[in-house]
């Protein structure tokens, strides 16, 4: 614990550093400053595809991949028709938990006791905070979910295979709960700006799409991206910028963005997927979503704890819309 030289230092040191992490300015907070650089986080968010828990052990999703069979045309007394329509409800995700501490020593508030000298390392340490998180989240995002605790992302719920078993469901037994796999080498395709949209995406779309469900965002690692905007070069669509999604270059397929990502936030090399959000959700735990806890005292170091706290899980509730393209 602090001693109690440092002692009036660290609690200007602390409530500073909580006060900066909750509002880093007045239009933005961490939570805004790492969900906005974390595409599928901030689309979600934007389309209301991320919500609340408020509690339970486990992330309940109700599955959505078939039309109601009771639609019946009848006249008179004619029977209806009040078949269940499908044995499956819902698939079941666990909850996943992140923390990550902004740290500072009864050195480092004594070293730094001035005023604009606390404002400064404050800052410093928010900032890197912010960015190790949302970093760390946008690869958990893309990730297959093997790690210990981590989240089941992009590679989990939208499989190279197309098969796993996600959210308890067994795509082996269940064929419709198989993602689309758009395999180039399988197809004799050589990917390039010239045949990239229509022997790539249009297929991807026509395979995905159904009625008003298409995908509404596309996602594409570098040698990917390269060749969708070869495609576009006479007639570049970009997305309208009034969604605050700072440092994101966004074009359109058919109304849907296209996002560029590189290795470094997770996407695998050579991949590109097509989302529909509309089945996809991001499920946090009420007082998790990267929230700033109070400052925490170690009872037995001279250091104390900013901790930032989420619990949830990415879920999807009808992976047969949902696509990935394979080299």
């Known amino acids: 614990m602090p001693n109690a030289s440092t002692s009036a230092f660290g609690e200007v040191f602390g409530d500073l550093t909580v006060t900066t992490a909750r509002a880093i300015n007045p239009e933005t907070n961490f939570h805004d400053n790492v ?33 109601n069979p009771t639609y019946t045309r009848y006249s008179g007394d004619q029977p209806l028709n009040l078949t269940r329509h499908f044995p499956l409800t819902a698939a079941v995700y666990p909850y996943r938990s992140i923390a990550m501490h902004i740290m500072y020593t009864g050195e480092e508030m004594s070293d730094n006791s001035g005023a604009a000298r606390i404002k400064n390392l404050v800052k410093s340490r928010v900032t890197n905070g912010y960015r190790s998180f949302r970093n760390q989240l946008s690869r958990d995002c893309y990730s297959l979910g093997t790690l210990e605790n981590q989240i089941g992302g992009m590679q989990f719920l939208i499989s190279d295979t197309g098969g796993g078993i996600v959210g308890g469901i067994d795509s082996g037994t269940w064929s419709v709960w198989k993602n689309y796999v758009h395999d180039l080498s399988a197809l004799g395709i050589t990917p390039s700006a010239t045949n990239w949209e229509n022997d790539v995406m249009l297929p991807v779309w026509m395979n995905t799409h159904r009625g008003d469900d298409e995908a509404m965002m596309w996602v ?41 990502d590189t290795g470094g936030s997770g996407i695998p090399a050579s991949r590109a997927y097509a989302l529909n959000l509309d089945y996809l959700a991001l499920v946090a735990r009420t007082g998790r979503d990267v929230t700033v ?35």
């Open 293 to 327: 806890q109070d400052e925490k005292e170690s009872f037995n170091q001279d250091l104390c704890a900013i901790p930032i706290f989420f619990r949830g899980n990415l879920v999807c509730s009808n992976r047969s819309l949902q696509a990935v393209i394979l080299p």
């Open 220 to 260: 594409m690692a570098n040698d990917y991206y390269k060749f969708f905007e070869g495609s576009q070069t006479s007639f570049k669509r970009y997305a309208p910028d009034d969604d605050g999604a700072a440092g994101f270059t966004k074009m359109l397929y058919k109304g849907a963005r296209v996002y560029h």
């Open 35 to 67: 969900s906005q650089h974390v595409a599928l986080y901030r689309e979600l968010n934007a389309r209301g595809r991320k919500r609340m828990d408020d509690g339970g052990l486990e992330i309940r999703e109700d599955l959505d991949f078939t039309e």
